[in-house]
Each structure stands twice: as structure tokens, then as C-alpha cells.
């Protein structure tokens, strides 16, 4: 069963866990997939608080808490993510690389849209 968006949306600002429960971050933001706007990658604030970025993850196996979001991958493995500037929005660019990064498969869309939108 998927997050709704709606949903999804309220845990900004919660603590997001990896898949055994160890804290990695804040949720900043949800990324979702242009050709459906479902929910797909969501990017988790981390680092030290003068030099805090964000980190991307994907959704996919998520499980949303009371005050948290656990997502189905080990924490070293989000914070050696592609990540951005807490400022700073996702080049098209950089779309490819993010998707690599987790080993999913990436397509622009059929007019060579790119992937991926912030919500």
C-alpha cells in the first residue's frame, strides 16, 4: 500500500528511521514521479548544523509511524546518498544519478521530461 500524498506531506519535520529503526534525519521534502505524481523519493536533512544537507531515499517499502517514517534502507546507505543543498533543488541533471545511487532503473519521460517534481 502506498503513502498518500496528502499523508505523506504531514510527517515533514519527523524523524525518518532506517529499516531497523536508527534515526537518519528529518523529512524535508517528497519528490514524486511527474508522469503519475505518486510519491517516490523523499529527501531526510542530515549532517551536523552548520553543514546540514539533504539526503535522497526512496519511498518505495516506506512505513509512515505515529511521529516517524521508516524507510526500507540501512542509514549509512542514505547518508552516503546523492544529496543537495537544504536551499537547493534537484537538477534534471542529477536526476539519473539519484536513481542510480539505489540502483533503480531510470527513463525520462517520452518528450525527455525529467523524472521527478518537489511537493
Do not use: C, N
Not at 84 to 93: N, Q, R
Amino acid at each position: 500500500m502506498g503513502i498518500a500524498m496528502a499523508d505523506i506531506r504531514e510527517w515533514r519535520g519527523q524523524a525518518v528511521l532506517d529499516e531497523k529503526g536508527h534515526r537518519i534525519g528529518t523529512l524535508e521534502s517528497v519528490y514524486v514521479e511527474t508522469s503519475t505524481d505518486e510519491p517516490f523519493f523523499a529527501t531526510v536533512t542530515i549532517g551536523m548544523v552548520t553543514k546540514r544537507r539533504l539526503a535522497f531515499v526512496p519511498l518505495a517499502g516506506a512505513v509512515a509511524g505515529p511521529a516517524y517514517l521508516r524507510v526500507a534502507y540501512p542509514r549509512y546507505k542514505v547518508k552516503q546518498a546523492p544529496s543537495i543543498g537544504t536551499d537547493d533543488v534537484l537538477p534534471a541533471t542529477d536526476e539519473p544519478g539519484v536513481f542510480g545511487y539505489y540502483e533503480l532503473p531510470y527513463a525520462t519521460g517520452a518528450g525527455g521530461e525529467r523524472r521527478l517534481a518537489r511537493r
